[in-house]
């Protein structure tokens, strides 16, 4: 599979249909690690959640 990474084209919220151009992020409160919920500019709606892990969680 060949990897190619470029700036002329933008990706599309699945929800909206609108080329992304920003993608918000909120913090979310967890009692380990912090969470951060994406989502899009336009529509608001949820783009996925992460997870990073604190030093002592290696």
Not at 2 to 8: K, Q, S, V
Not at 36 to 49: E, Q, R
Request: glycine share 6%; aromatic share 12%; charged share 30%.
């Amino acid at each position: 599979m060949e990897f190619i990474e470029t700036d002329r084209e933008k990706p599309l919220c699945p929800h909206c249909e609108k080329p992304i151009s920003q993608i918000k992020a909120t913090r979310i409160k967890a009692k380990f690690g912090v969470r951060f919920l994406y989502f899009c500019d336009h529509c608001k709606k949820v783009l996925g959640v992460s997870h990073r892990k604190g030093f002592w969680m290696g």
